[in-house]
């Protein structure tokens, strides 16, 4: 399907301003958010995705903002837009969080930020709920197994400079496979003040309880929950690569 890009001067006139300005702004703060677009070159914005705000498409909507489809110098790019009801009074602070994930080469790749967007990479993919559900056929197995190792092992990275991401207990939202690799997404709520339980979270959310769990389960044969736990704790205890080691071993990843 071919994606219909919309210049950003439009974006000043509804519907479209309601994405720009969600949930609502003034004429003269769409304005300067169009201004902001222009600074940072970001000529106009696809309303694709499978998330609406009344009836148009955008690929995201969170507490600090909503994720459009944009285009910079030719190329596609994901463009986080900060509400205007939003507690964040600027998007410098998260995308200096990502600045973070991405110097262990975790995440998307942070592109430029001004006081209302971030620009980051655009990665296509599906939410891994929906991977997941659409998986069949030879080698599924090892794809999944394949996609499970590599987000643990970017948990582990995380865990191993005290970045907590803070909502991989939901992980269906957070991260998005591609053809190439799964990646992690959307660190608005992420710290480097507290307690990190990436891997541990993110191991549960995968295997223990969920709807996500049970398809896995009819997939391949995983270790008891007790034994799971088990692991997990030993792991809590002591975040190094033999403990991490021992949970790849006992999930056969």
């Known amino acids: 399907m071919k994606i219909s890009f919309i210049p950003i001067k439009k974006f000043e006139?509804?519907?479209?301003?309601?994405?720009?300005?969600?949930?609502?702004?003034?004429?003269?703060?769409?304005?300067?958010?169009?201004?902001?677009?222009?600074?940072l070159?970001?000529?106009?914005?696809?309303?694709?995705?499978?998330?609406?705000?009344?009836?148009?498409?955008?690929?995201?909507?969170?507490?600090?903002?909503?994720?459009?489809?944009?285009?910079?110098?030719?190329k596609?790019?994901?463009?986080?837009?900060?509400?205007?009801?939003?507690?964040?009074?600027?998007?410098?602070?998260?995308?200096?969080l990502l600045k973070i994930?991405?110097?262990?080469?975790?995440?998307?790749?942070?592109?430029?930020?001004?006081?209302?967007?971030?620009?980051?990479?655009f990665l296509e993919g599906e939410k891994i709920g929906d991977w997941i559900n659409n998986l069949s056929g030879k080698g599924s197995v090892r794809r999944l197994k394949d996609t499970i190792k590599s987000i643990l092992e970017d948990c582990y990275k995380l865990d191993q400079i005290g970045f907590d991401h803070?909502?991989?207990s939901s992980i269906s939202k957070h991260v998005i496979v591609g053809k190439i690799k799964p990646t992690l997404i959307?660190?608005?709520?992420?710290?480097?003040?507290?307690?990190?339980?990436?891997?541990?979270?993110?191991?549960?959310?995968?295997f223990i309880g969920s709807g996500m769990a049970k398809k896995i389960q009819r997939m391949y044969k995983v270790p008891p929950k007790e034994k799971l736990v088990m692991t997990l704790r030993s792991y809590k205890t002591e975040q190094?690569?033999?403990?991490?080691?021992?949970?790849?071993s006992i999930l056969k990843l």
């Not at 720009?20 to 702004?25: E, M, N, Q, T, W």
């Not at 959307?186 to 979270?201: K, L």
Request: aromatic fraction near 4%.
């Open 166 to 168: 803070g909502e991989l």
């Open 41 to 74: 070159k970001v000529k106009s914005i696809a309303l694709v995705g499978h998330t609406t705000i009344g009836k148009v498409a955008i690929l995201g909507k969170g507490y600090v903002g909503v994720v459009v489809l944009g285009k910079k110098g030719g």
């Open 240 to 248: 190094s690569r033999e403990h991490f080691d021992q949970l790849l």
């Open 186 to 206: 959307d660190f608005e709520s992420s710290s480097t003040n507290r307690r990190v339980s990436n891997v541990t979270s993110i191991t549960q959310a995968i």
């Open 13 to 39: 006139k509804e519907p479209y301003s309601k994405i720009l300005g969600y949930p609502k702004a003034s004429k003269r703060q769409l304005k300067s958010r169009i201004l902001e677009l222009e600074k």
């Open 101 to 121: 994930v991405n110097s262990v080469n975790v995440g998307p790749k942070l592109i430029d930020v001004s006081k209302n967007f971030v620009l980051m990479e």
């Open 76 to 96: 596609d790019i994901a463009i986080k837009i900060r509400r205007t009801d939003s507690q964040r009074k600027e998007m410098k602070s998260e995308a200096n």
